[in-house]
């Protein structure tokens, strides 16, 4: 058995990945024409940033982001819905109304 070596030297390096996690379950329409497919109980969003360093301060906490999604057969990512993220804002969080509770 014969065995090959590398010319060049590789080296392991690291990638990171950022992922939006929904709640709820969410539905995108697909464009057929453009190989896109529908996507039926997505939770999460595979995104792009434009400055990745960006997003550090919002792991882990709601937020609103807005951005295009991108076509769904794009081999080199880890998720069928791929979003090039344009803003991203921490979101404001929604406390249930205690108005109508009543006090005596």
Known sequence: METSTLEQHPRIVTV???ML????PFCVDGNQALGNITMRGASSIELIPTN???FIPFIGKQVKVTGSLLSTYI?????YLVMRVSSVHEALS?????????TR
């Open 75 to 79: 081999p080199h990512y880890h998720a």
């Open 16 to 18: 990171t990945r950022w």
């Open 21 to 24: 996690e929904t709640s709820q």
């Open 94 to 102: 929604h406390t249930p109304n205690n108005s109508s509770k009543r």
């Open 52 to 54: 990745p360093s960006g």
